[in-house]
């Protein structure tokens, strides 16, 4: 079975950096686009980033614009999210997700998922 596996979350103050993993079990994956999701506590789970199958196009949400980037590694299997200066609303469960639709945000359209790593940014 096709596995999401991510990994790199925390704990780290306001200000801080974290980078986030997420390790495709299968190579099939080098040809979706990948994403990353956020849910916190009590909230829905809420679009973060995209990257495009070849890694040539992304697109984030405008409130981690300028602090957070997507990148990905085919070699690898894998997905990376590097989070500069860390505040505490990014306190959330962090989800990376694939997708054979390329440019859509929409978590509908995301068919496969990670379980989630834990975020928690103190103030």
């Known amino acids: 079975q096709v596995q999401l596996v991510e990994s790199g979350g925390g704990l780290v103050q306001a200000g801080g950096s974290l980078r986030l993993s997420c390790v495709a079990s299968?190579?099939?994956?080098?040809?979706?686009?990948r994403g990353w999701f956020r849910q916190a506590p009590g909230k829905e789970r809420e679009f973060v980033a995209l990257?495009?199958?070849?890694?040539?196009?992304?697109a984030y949400a405008d409130s981690v614009k300028g602090r957070f980037t997507i990148s990905r590694d085919n070699a690898r299997n894998t997905l990376y999210l590097q989070m500069n200066s860390l505040k505490p609303e990014d306190t959330a469960v962090y989800y990376c997700?694939?997708?054979?639709?390329?440019?859509?945000?929409?978590?509908?359209?995301?068919?496969?998922w990670g379980q989630g790593t834990q975020v928690t940014v103190s103030s």
């Open positions: 997700a694939a997708s054979r639709r390329s440019g859509t945000t929409r978590e509908s359209d995301f068919g496969s």
């Open positions: 299968a190579r099939t994956f080098s040809s979706y686009a």
């Open positions: 990257i495009s199958w070849s890694g040539g196009s992304t």
